[in-house]
């Protein structure tokens, strides 16, 4: 084996050149690779969405009206995997999401996000709309009896399939970059 490295040392010391264009080709190599290493971890942190609810008041022909709207902050759209709605330990989806509310609340409309949906870089989706009515809570109330009795799931994904999880509770992304 030791032939091999004195064949080797003896070729490097007899071709300077030749080894330095060699060792020179290898760092360039190296430094692409890095570099488009970089450039994708940074396309796939110029798409990721990031869904936030936020709640609004909203007048209408004199009534007013508490909004729960689910808002894209992020930067790219967020395609919607699964929605629902948790409350006493369990999971409500769909038709069953709907009636959760309409049960409890009156005057209320509700709209449910569907799988395969998407909701577009800086766009805003109404999830919530209460009548407020002059005797019954007021906005703070409602926000608080919203928070505490009920949590918002929504698992959501880059188009570059990042995945997260946003919940009325904690936000989490689900895989690193």
């Given at each position: 084996m030791t032939e091999y490295w004195t064949l080797f040392y003896s070729w490097i010391v007899s071709n300077p050149a030749a080894a330095t264009g060699i060792f020179i080709s290898i760092v360039a190599l190296a430094a692409t690779i890095f570099l488009a290493h970089a450039a994708r971890v940074q396309n796939k942190q110029s798409v990721r969405p990031f869904l936030n609810a936020l709640f609004e008041l909203a007048s209408e022909n004199g009534h007013d009206f508490v909004e729960l709207w689910l808002s894209n902050v992020g930067l790219g759209p967020a395609l919607i995997d699964d929605f629902a709605i948790h409350h006493a330990g369990k999971a409500y989806r769909g038709d069953a999401a709907l009636n959760l509310f309409t049960e409890v609340l009156e005057d209320?409309?509700?709209?449910?996000?569907?799988?395969?949906?998407?909701?577009?870089?800086?766009?805003?989706?109404?999830?919530?709309?209460?009548?407020?009515?002059?005797?019954?809570?007021?906005?703070?109330?409602?926000?608080?009896?919203?928070?505490?009795?009920?949590?918002?799931?929504?698992?959501?994904?880059?188009?570059?399939?990042?995945?997260?999880?946003?919940?009325?509770?904690?936000?989490?992304?689900?895989?690193?970059?």
């Open positions: 209320c409309t509700v709209f449910v996000l569907k799988p395969n949906g998407a909701i577009a870089a800086g766009e805003k989706h109404m999830l919530l709309r209460i009548k407020v009515h002059k005797d019954g809570l007021a906005m703070d109330e409602i926000q608080d009896f919203l928070n505490s009795e009920y949590e918002l799931i929504v698992n959501y994904r880059s188009f570059m399939n990042q995945k997260a999880r946003y919940s009325s509770k904690n936000h989490e992304f689900l895989l690193p970059l």
